[in-house]
Nanobody
Framework: QVQLVESGGGLVQPGGSLRLSCAAS????????IGWFRQAPGKEREGVSC????????YYADSVKGRFTISRDNAKNTVYLQTNSLKYEDTAVYYC?????????????????WGQGTQVTVSS
């Protein structure tokens, strides 16, 4: 059974950092697209970053480019999202999602497995 569990969210001041983790079980990160998405209250879920685990290719939304870094640890079957220089507008529930193959879309409907989410709140 495919399962994704996010952790690492919390309350942070503007300019701060958090490292989010997405631990996968029930499958190995050999040939998957692992995406990070976020959803703020009253807004649609949006793609933030994606990594193709086969070749390590990474992709970022313009809003986070240069501030967020996605990476993977195959030995731990875990994908990370390092978030730096956080802004108020980064406040959201962050989800990781998995889809076989390569990153090809920011459409949440293209990812078939989802975690439960972790809250990131940027506030002074």
């Amino acid at each position: 059974q495919v399962q994704l569990v996010e952790s690492g969210g919390g309350l942070v001041q503007p300019g701060g950092s958090l490292r989010l983790s997405c631990a996968a079980s029930g499958f190995t990160l050999d040939y998957y697209a692992i995406g990070w998405f976020r959803q703020a209250p009253g807004k649609e879920r949006e793609g933030v970053s994606c990594i193709s685990t086969y070749d390590g290719s990474t992709y970022y939304a313009d809003s986070v480019k240069g501030r967020f870094t996605i990476s993977r640890d195959n030995a731990k079957n875990t994908v990370y999202l390092q978030t730096n220089s956080l802004k108020y507008e980064d406040t959201a529930v962050y989800y990781c999602a998995a889809d076989p193959g390569y990153c090809r879309s920011w459409d949440p409907a293209d990812f078939h497995s989802w975690g439960q989410g972790t809250q990131v709140t940027v506030s002074s």
